[in-house]
């Protein structure tokens, strides 16, 4: 990627500096005309013409108007040029980010899908061809819904994402309990992950106007994200609190925490920090893009700050529902 923008950036500066070159050659050249035609025409003036000095006034204002003639189209030029010159290195520049990206997301899909199916298959090939205990089998299966729902999780991500770019997704909105959705969702999270620690601090009456799937997944993605980045000994903390006219919910969690360049990114489609072949996390990049978009349906806003000592915090406010 950076060999190509590399590449790119040369041929840019090259193209550039001929471009400017030729208006320069080309302004210098239609100066000398301009200076031979204009002696020639005096030349042809006789002295003894008793209209000789209007006759040469006349030629060299002429003159000045070539020359403000030529400044002007060669500046216009020079103005279209630079313009052109910065639409197609961005265009340029962004094409080969988003073919980057979409290079990251194809390998991270390819791995995301592939683990959950070769988990279910083995646990499912096991339970076919072996005798087990009731309780290895109830692990098995229970194992196998565990990266079924990963594999639903996944594709519901992929579906939805398409369906918000394309405008395409129809939300009900219905008065819903944000709290009551984010207590379900932390109880889920808490059974699938009994060794990880998520303390949760809920306000009542936190009444909104919006879709239950959507915020569901909003809730979930940002749980799944703050368990992905964080040390397994840390603590998860989810807070859903309320003034007069909005809903406050963060996420909190310890780990890494995201640098400041990088704190608007994170919620750009495909967006992943480091490279695809170093990075210990799962994930394909459309979490957080699609906690950005499901806010945004519902009204609401969205950022991520630092957390203290380490780690970070996505809060969300959204509007409370007849407020």
Known sequence: MKKKLRLVTFVYWILLTYMLAALIWWFISLQQQNNIMTALRMGEVSK???????????????????????????????????????????????????????????????????????????????LQKRKLEPATEQKLIQNTIFETNRLNSLCNNILLAAQLDKGGYKKEQTQV????????????????????????????????????????????????????????????????????????????????????????????????????????????????YLCKKIVEQHSGTIHVADNKPQGCVFMVQIKRANA
Do not use: W
């Open 48 to 126: 003894q013409d008793p209209q000789y000095g209007l006759k040469i006034n006349q030629i060299l204002l002429a003159k000045k108007r070539k020359v403000a003639q030529y400044v002007g189209e060669g500046f216009t030029f020079l103005v279209l040029i630079v313009i052109g010159a910065v639409f197609v290195f961005r265009a340029a520049r962004k094409q080969l980010l988003i073919s980057q990206q979409q290079q990251n997301f194809m390998m991270a899909i390819t791995h995301e899908l592939k683990t959950p199916i070769s988990v279910a298959l083995l646990n499912l090939e096991t």
């Open 177 to 288: 309990d944000f709290s009551a959705i984010v207590l379900k969702c932390v109880q889920e999270f808490q059974t699938r992950f009994p060794k990880r620690m998520i303390e949760h601090n809920l306000a009542d009456n936190t009444l909104i106007m919006g879709e239950e799937l959507l915020l569901t997944m909003l809730v979930n993605n940002l749980l799944e994200n703050a368990i992905k980045y964080s040390p397994k000994d840390t603590i998860i903390e989810v807070v859903v609190d309320c003034t007069l006219q909005q809903i406050n919910f963060q996420v909190a969690d310890n780990g890494a925490g995201i640098p400041d360049v990088a704190k608007k990114q994170v919620f750009e489609k495909f967006y992943r920090m480091g490279d695809e072949n170093t990075r210990n996390t799962k994930g394909t990049g459309l979490g957080l």
